[in-house]
């Protein structure tokens, strides 16, 4: 009973997982760009999500929503604005100099928070705070099951969208080809914008969906960002499934790790994975590309 | 034959002026100690910044966990100081190579992988290391003292031991690294290997076509870089008297020695020198003015100017010389062609 307790815990996690490595995934895998601010980029969106609850009556998962919709308009505008221009300038196929301008980003956006707002662990309080189901000895927490839910909603209709739609298949061809999905006359920076801002979009859901049971501090955006890194390659960049898989790794892993060890020693077994897909399986457990 | 007209450049000058004066620095009455650990900090990370150069700039691959091998630098020779009683002059080299060989490690798995591979590892293995080091209470059945750390007791002034009342000896300990450290960093550029790592950078399917063996240069320059910044990581610790894992692989200290190399000038000799000796003082100067309320603050200016540099100024400040030198020469020769077409119309 405890075993499948802690199965259902680390599914629950690891689908918020793979929802924040997704869109770091797709932004590398469409782009060969590392958003280097993406945990931070969840910092702000939890922040924003806990404030709006505190502020408005609406549901936390209507915030949510609203959320995702403000970081898609984020990520299009910052994409298409700024960091368009630094990639233009860039030969290299994995351009260096974007990396490092979204980790100053970051630098900006954590260190802002924390003057701004402290560095305490804030908890939001919603109606979901510490609901849960209790299935026979099980107990299921309704917030973590509700993100696990809408996490695997949004991968799935991700991939939905980069399969069947005309728009996915330009982005697929771009992240393939990008002088042939030129050619076809695919408009490349919109491709970029669009994914970019999917990307971000993604981290605003998962920041709405964390916020009833997650404080929210400065430095929160980096516990997540440090897995998604590693649940990309993992997974295989640019892979949707992939990401999905990772992520779920990732949170078995942590929680029977723990369950067996430490919480530490768990961490130390994901990196040692880490290593060992490197070596072994260096495109990724679910990538047809060739790195 | 040297030629005295060319040492004589303004370079040559300024350098020689700037090492005179840090020389004689703690000699002077008037230097407090403030001015003194001030200077210690910004030389230590002028080294750490060249140091990472190596693998940042020569070889092309950006590190966000590099103060990974300072804490390893830190933990190892420490540990060897106080339960082996191993002099840290000896211990810091044993450190250096067990920082390099995790480094080559490391390098050997992800240099297969193009782009990014290396940089996402690299944080991985400065938080592989934090955790497990503030979990583990011993290694090997000797404490590591935890999340607490390890102090290193007084036990009088000596110098096999490095342990000094004042400062002062670690400050011409800092500044003797510092230029072996930009002098060797000199010799890595203008050698074969900062040749093929050069060729390397710019494209590494030519380089690779025409037989420079792509994986040894770059393990060459990781590991060399690795052993640097370990030996930088055992004297730090030494000077600090007590070490933990959190302020050793911090990742705050990753990011800025990243940002003082790539805000003075990625891949160039003195961008490391000028990013870490310009951002350094700033930040004490806004800790000091600021205090802690908003010791964020300096971090918030950090990553703004890396911004500014990366969508600016690519090259670093070191490159505005060079944009000044050719604006000037355009001047002049437009100059010279009006001279002309004015003398042609004569």
């Known amino acids: ?80 604005v700024v960091i368009s221009r630094i990639l233009s300038r860039e030969t290299d196929r994995e351009p260096i ?104 979009m993604l981290v605003g859901l998962a920041g709405g969906m964390l916020i009833p049971y997650f404080s929210v501090y400065p430095t929160v955006g980096s516990v997540f960002s440090n897995k998604s890194f590693i649940i990309v390659v993992l997974g295989g960049k640019g892979s949707v499934p992939g990401a999905l898989l990772g992520g779920l790794i990732v949170g078995l892993i942590e929680k029977f790790g723990a369950l067996f060890f430490s919480e530490s020693v768990a961490q130390i077994i994901v990196f040692l994975m880490f290593i060992a897909i490197l070596l072994f399986k260096p495109t990724g457990l679910l990538s047809k590309d060739k790195g | 034959m040297i030629d005295k007209k060319k040492l004589l450049t303004p370079k040559n000058i300024l350098v020689t002026v700037v090492l005179l004066i840090l020389a004689l620095l703690p000699i002077f009455p008037t230097t407090g100690a403030y ?59 044993i450190a250096g190579i067990v920082a390099a060989v995790i480094a080559g490690i490391i390098g050997y798995v992800t240099f297969h992988m193009r782009g990014s ?59 003797v690294f510092m230029i072996l450290c930009v002098l060797l960093c000199w010799y890595i550029k203008n050698s074969k290997m900062g040749y093929y790592l050069a060729a390397i950078t710019t494209n590494q399917d030519a380089a690779s076509s025409l037989g420079v063996n ?74 000091a003015s600021f205090g802690a309320r908003l010791s964020g603050l300096s971090f918030v200016i950090y990553g703004i100017i890396l911004m500014l540099v990366v969508m600016f100024l690519p090259k670093g400040l070191v490159s505005l010389k060079d944009k000044y030198e050719k604006r000037r020469y355009e001047k002049q020769q437009a100059k010279e062609v009006a001279v002309k077409e004015a003398s042609v119309h004569e």
């Open chain 1, 97 to 200: 100099s974007c990396l490092l301008f979204t980790a100053g980003l970051g630098m900006v956006m954590s260190y802002s928070v924390q003057i701004i707002f402290g560095s305490k662990q804030v908890m939001a309080q919603t109606k979901y705070n510490g609901r849960a189901l209790h299935m026979g000895d099980l107990v299921v927490s309704l917030p973590k099951l509700i993100a696990f839910i809408i996490a695997v909603v949004a991968v799935a209709a991700l991939w939905t969208f980069l399969q069947k739609s005309e728009y996915g298949r330009a982005i697929r061809a771009t992240s393939q080809n990008r002088s042939v999905a030129t050619l076809m006359g695919i408009s490349e920076k919109r491709v970029y914008s669009v994914s970019f801002a999917i990307g971000t």
């Open chain 2, 117 to 175: 591979y290396y940089t996402l590892s690299s944080v991985a293995l400065l938080n592989c290391f934090r955790i497990a080091m503030a979990a583990s209470k011993e290694i090997f059945g000797f404490k590591t003292g935890g999340a607490v750390g390890l102090k290193i007791s007084w036990m009088g002034e000596s110098v096999s031991g490095m342990q000094f009342v004042s400062k002062v000896p670690f400050y011409y300990i800092f500044l």
């Open chain 1, 1 to 80: 009973m405890l075993y499948l307790q802690t199965f259902i815990d680390a599914l629950m996690i690891g689908g918020v997982y793979s929802v924040i490595a997704v869109g770091l995934s797709l932004i590398f895998g469409v782009m060969r760009v590392i958003n280097w601010s993406h945990g931070e980029s969840l910092m702000v969106s939890m922040l924003i999500a806990l404030y709006m609850n505190q502020y408005t009556p609406l549901d936390p998962y209507v915030i949510m929503l609203i959320v995702g919709a403000v970081m898609f308009v984020y990520g299009y505008v910052l994409q298409s």
């Open chain 2, 35 to 93: 001015a003194i650990q001030l200077t210690c900090l910004t030389m230590l990370f002028i080294y750490w910044a060249s140091a990472y150069n190596i693998i940042g700039g020569f070889a092309g691959h950006t590190s966000l966990g590099h103060a990974c091998y300072v804490g390893i630098g830190a933990y190892v020779a420490v540990m060897l100081y106080l339960y082996g009683g191993i002099s840290p002059w000896i211990g810091m080299f």
């Open chain 2, 214 to 287: 792509i994986m040894q240069y770059k393990l060459m320059a990781l590991c060399s870089s690795a052993f640097l910044m370990a030996l930088g990581g055992a004297v730090y610790a030494f000077f600090l008297t007590s070490i933990d894992p959190l302020s050793m692989f911090n990742y705050d200290t990753s990011a800025r020695i990243m940002l003082m190399t790539v805000v003075g000038g990625l891949g160039t000799l003195w961008g490391p020198v000028l990013g870490a000796a310009l951002l350094v003082p700033l930040n004490e100067w806004m800790r």
